[in-house]
């Protein structure tokens, strides 16, 4: 009887993973022993990581958007739309159901939807929600708001954790503060400020790095400031514990949570992310141990970071527990936990060099001490061309 392996999620993690048994199984699947479907809402790919960047004309939309068509090898069995937007997932009848009624059975089940921004989580923020992490749209706008900005003081506020690329906003910051200074030169005008939900911004190394710089750069570095209300009337924020800052530019990451059919299928811990072993990534959630269901990227346990790095790495090491499966061999892959964060602390202008450093770790590795490069500049900025042509296809 023929095999099926089900992918929910498209994004990076999900793309991966069906590109790398496709390419495995292409001999199974000319022969109709095996099929890999892949579920997706969306017929296009966007490379959320360089929403970033966007704002300061880094990018253009379309350096990061791709039809998926065009990521995934025509071996796999792609659905998208109302066809491919899955709406339950039940994992004890090993049946999934989409938008369009259709219900898809399946012997291994890769679950890689992401996580989605949800503002409402916040008192208040939706009145002031300007942000470039939930969409092109809205880094662009971001952009509108910094080219036009006159003077006073610009808060940028990470609500809570844990966000997807926890370093991004960070990156932001520093982005944002080499271009007040260096293209719009209205540095001196502007009052800019993090607001950070816990104390150290990432590992110890990391912390160590971007704690000096941001008191270099002159940005207000607060600390502990996880954000309860937004009163957009008076221009102020409101941390839970009761601390106000007021603000005339407000540039928020809003909280983030997994797919509403993740939730409305009860597949979720009291952490309030789907649970799985944090080596082998097979789901331990609430439904019981599923050892065929693999939770991969962003909708993954809450304290596994959420980086598109991460992504890739589980992405490999899935889809090798996935061959061997399916080979009939009981040797497994384990994930160790590597992840990264690109941090960006220079932007490239007529003024200065960029500088950038890829930090990687792993759950028994923190990042050694590191340092920013120009070199590191150019690698981050080409990485995004690789993402299309080399990550989503499982080359790298
Ligand atoms: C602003 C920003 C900057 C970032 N910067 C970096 C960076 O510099 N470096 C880095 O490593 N990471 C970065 N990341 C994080 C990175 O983008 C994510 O960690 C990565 O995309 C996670 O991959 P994923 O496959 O888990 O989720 P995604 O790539 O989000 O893919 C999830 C997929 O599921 C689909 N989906 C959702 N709901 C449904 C549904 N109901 N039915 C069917 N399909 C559904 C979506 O359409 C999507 O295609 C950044 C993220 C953001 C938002």
């Known amino acids: 009887m023929k095999e099926r392996v089900l992918i929910l999620g498209a ?8 590109n790398t048994l496709a390419r495995e199984f292409r001999r199974k699947i000319a022969k109709d022993e095996l099929e890999i479907t892949v579920l997706d809402r969306n017929d296009m790919g966007v490379n959320q990581g360089g929403f970033t960047l966007l704002p300061f004309g880094l990018y253009t939309p379309e350096d ?28 004890n009848r090993q049946q999934v159901t989409t938008k369009s009624g259709t219900k898809y059975s399946y012997d291994h089940l890769v679950i890689a939807m992401g996580a989605r921004p949800d503002a409402s989580g916040v008192q208040g923020l939706e009145d002031d929600l300007n942000t470039f992490y939930t969409s092109m749209d809205d880094a662009l706008e971001v952009g509108e708001l910094i080219r036009n900005f006159k003077g006073g003081r610009i808060v940028v506020s990470v609500s809570r954790m844990p966000i997807p690329c926890p370093g991004a906003p960070v990156k932001f910051s520093f982005l944002l503060e080499s271009y007040l200074r260096d293209i719009r030169n209205i540095r001196d005008d502007v009052q800019l400020t993090l607001l950070w939900p816990m104390e150290p911004i990432g590992p110890p190394e990391f912390n160590k790095l971007v704690t000096g710089r941001l008191e270099e750069k002159g940005i207000e570095d607060i600390r502990q400031f996880q954000l309860g209300k937004v009163d957009a009337a008076n221009k102020m924020v409101e941390s839970t514990d009761g601390r106000q800052e007021n603000y005339d530019l407000l540039i928020t990451v809003p909280p983030h949570k997994p797919q509403q059919a993740v939730l409305d299928s009860g597949l979720t811990d009291e952490k309030g992310w789907i649970a799985a072993d944090k080596t082998t990534l097979q789901y331990r959630g609430p439904v019981g141990d599923k050892d065929n269901v693999y939770v991969v990227g962003d909708n993954g346990p809450a304290d596994i970071m959420k980086t598109g790095i991460g992504a890739h790495y589980q992405a490999q090491v899935v889809s090798h527990n996935l061959i061997n ?72």
């Not at 994004?11 to 069906?18: K, L, N, Q, T």
Request: glycine fraction near 8%.
């Open 64 to 91: 990061l958007v791709r039809p998926r068509k065009e990521s995934l090898s025509p071996r796999i069995q792609s659905r998208f739309g109302d066809q491919g937007e899955v709406t339950d997932i039940d994992l």
């Open 11 to 18: 994004g990076y993690a999900g793309a991966v993973i069906a």
């Open 325 to 396: 499966t399916i080979n009939g061999s009981n040797i497994k892959s384990k994930y160790k936990g590597e992840t990264g964060c690109p941090i960006i602390t220079d932007m490239a202008s007529d003024a200065h060099a960029g500088r950038a450093y890829i930090a990687t770790w792993s759950y028994n590795n923190p990042p050694q001490s590191f340092d920013t490069t120009q070199l590191g500049w150019y690698l981050y900025r080409m990485y995004y061309y690789l993402h299309w042509d080399m990550s989503i296809k499982a080359l790298m």
